[in-house]
């Protein structure tokens, strides 16, 4: 049984491929099958140039979903099509079987 990993890259306002390329090494490294990415993709600022974001997740070979967190709202839309055009689902209040694995992500709201 190979691992299951979580993976949280959150991009700071500079959003360095430097920064980020380690973590996805790291994670492909222990040769997940599912990777779950917990949200705050992007950081203020960060939402600007989210394209590092994109390059980055490229690179995973594992099955990949997110879910996303508040700091994503302001560009919620942008990140749910540019995730969708590289094949990763991003869950809004949905559940997705993925290699055998139940996995739900909720929207996150202000209450």
Do not use: Y
Not at 27 to 36: D, F, H, N, Q
Not at 41 to 59: H, I, N, S, Y
Not at 73 to 89: E, H, N, S
């Amino acid at each position: 049984m190979k691992t299951t990993t979580s993976l949280l890259l959150a991009l700071g306002a500079l959003g360095a491929v430097g920064c980020t390329t380690p973590k996805v090494a790291a994670t492909e490294a222990l040769g997940p099958e599912l990777v779950v990415v917990t949200g705050d993709c992007v950081t203020p600022f960060a939402e600007r140039a989210p394209d590092v974001l994109f390059e980055v997740f490229r690179e995973l070979r594992a099955p990949t979903v997110v879910c996303l967190g508040n700091h994503d709202l302001p560009i919620r839309d942008t990140l749910v099509q540019r995730f969708a055009a590289i094949g990763i689902p991003v869950l809004v209040d949905q559940t997705l079987e993925v290699v055998g694995v139940s996995v739900t992500g909720a929207d996150f709201r202000w209450t």
